[in-house]
């Protein structure tokens, strides 16, 4: 009977390795048995839908006046139709106007739009939003101006509540869709935006995409920060950012790129060292965001890399939703 279980025994190794053993030359790295990595078309359609799923839309009369129309968030917008033009001349009919707020970093993320300011010097460096807005009104899909200003009156507890240090911006979105943010002349006052009681209010005089924002200060010295993408993603499929913890409503970029190293950066070394943060990397795999959330404290002149072994897909909604929840 011993004999018997150990002839047995010898069996049941045997066939199971069988199965499981494997030749050699099957032994590869699996990022190369990935999915082909996507085109620039398929990941900007799903920022584009992500925009898409945040815009609102108002209608009225080009006769109304002065009318006041609220968003989902409370914020209002107040807006003289006697104003409205299109090439130059008075406006009368229905007006479609389109409207979009962001207040949370994972919604700044899932639309392009983190909040990178320019500063005096041309180098870019982390803004902190008290919310970003896009605003354009049309008649007939044809883009109308404005010849007097608007308001937007802006809950400061959207974001943590009111700051005196806040100023306006406007946005400018390069073709690669590099969004950059450069601070309005007269930013504060009348032509920008000023702060009473519980309220920001923001004075706009044409259409487009403008932010209330100050500059994240932080004393510590700086640096530079590189990233690397795993193999086949690059600048035109995938995107890096950088959440600062602690600040909710504030979204870094690395927006440049070394397509012979394949490494992302933010080139202005406005990083400061000792920073604790979370890089996110972002791509598309069949319609859905691709993803990888690292936790990192900034170290001089370093390299970080993401590998597709640390990615994950998921909807719109669930990466906006981590990303909000990071510290």
Not at 39 to 56: D, G, I, P, R
Not at 199 to 207: A, M, N, P, V
Not at 296 to 319: P, W
Request: proline share 4%; charged share 20%; with cysteine.
């Amino acid at each position: 009977m011993k004999n018997s279980k150990t002839v047995f025994a010898s069996l049941f190794i045997t066939t199971l390795s069988l199965f499981t053993s494997c030749d050699p030359s099957e032994d590869v790295d699996m990022e190369s048995q990935a999915k082909t990595p996507p085109t620039a078309s398929e990941f900007q359609s799903v920022k584009n839908l992500a925009l898409a799923n945040h815009k609102q839309t108002f209608q009225f009369d080009g006769s109304d006046g002065n009318i006041t129309l609220t968003s989902e968030n409370g914020v209002q917008i107040n807006i003289n139709t006697n104003c409205l033009t299109l090439n130059g001349n008075a406006v009368t009919g229905t007006i479609d106007l389109e409207y979009v707020e962001l207040f949370e970093k994972g919604s700044m993320l899932s639309t392009n739009k983190p909040t990178m300011g320019e500063m005096p010097n041309g180098d870019k460096a982390l803004l902190i939003s008290g919310g970003e807005f896009f605003v354009e009104a049309t008649q007939n899909g044809v883009a109308l101006g404005t010849n007097c200003n608007y308001q937007l009156v802006v809950p400061g507890s959207l974001t943590g509540g009111t700051d005196p240090a806040m100023t306006l911006w406007e946005g400018e979105i390069a073709e690669d869709d590099t969004l950059t943010w450069d601070e309005v002349d007269d930013a504060t006052g009348q032509g920008g935006v000023f702060a009473e009681g519980a309220d920001y209010y923001s004075i706009l005089d044409g259409f487009g995409w403008s932010n209330i924002d100050r500059f994240y200060s932080d004393p510590r010295p700086k640096t530079q920060i590189k990233v690397q993408a795993p193999v086949g993603y690059n600048y035109e499929n995938s995107a890096v950012y950088l959440s600062y913890d602690g600040e909710d409503s504030g979204l870094a970029q690395l927006d440049t790129y070394d397509g012979t190293l394949n490494l992302f950066s933010e080139h202005y070394g406005q990083i400061p060292i000792g920073l604790e943060c979370h890089l996110i990397f972002v791509s598309v795999e069949d319609g859905d965001w691709k993803y990888a959330i690292k936790p990192v404290t900034i170290v001089d002149n370093d390299i970080i890399t993401f590998t597709l072994g640390e990615t994950t897909n998921g909807t719109e909604a669930a990466l906006t939703a981590l990303i909000n929840a990071l510290p």
